[in-house]
């Protein structure tokens, strides 16, 4: 579960960048000033203030799939799976929804 809650994160994260450099540029994907001096880009919270209002359920499903992705970066993931299986599944369709839309192309081709 902790490498699933990582990767979803990691996919949606690189999508929403994606997306956000075709409608507003590569800049948009930088942090404006890092601490470090180096390029920094910005978070996948962040992608999904810009993109999705509040309310969105997209948005919505990803922050609590994140919130355990953070859980779990810190070895405190509790044992919930039984719990999370309908909101991974959600957090999947809503990502080959959105990756279909965005990219005009299927994640894959359909095996009949």
């Not at 994606?18 to 920094?40: C, D, F, M, Q």
């Not at 909101?87 to 009949?112: A, D, H, K, W």
Request: proline share 4%; hydrophobic share 40%.
């Amino acid at each position: 579960m902790d490498a699933f809650v990582m990767l979803f994160c990691t996919a949606w994260e690189q999508l929403l960048k994606a997306v956000l450099i075709e409608k507003h540029g590569e800049e948009t994907i930088y942090r404006k000033n890092p601490k470090s001096g180096l390029k920094e880009t910005i978070s996948l919270r962040a992608c999904l203030s810009v993109l999705y209002e509040p309310s969105s359920n997209v948005r919505k499903n990803i922050e609590r799939i994140a919130s355990i992705r953070d859980s779990a970066v810190h070895l405190l993931m509790p044992e919930i799976q039984g719990i999370t299986s309908r909101l991974f599944q959600s957090g999947v369709l809503n990502f080959t929804s959105e990756f279909e839309i965005y990219t005009g192309s299927p994640t894959s081709s359909r095996l009949i």
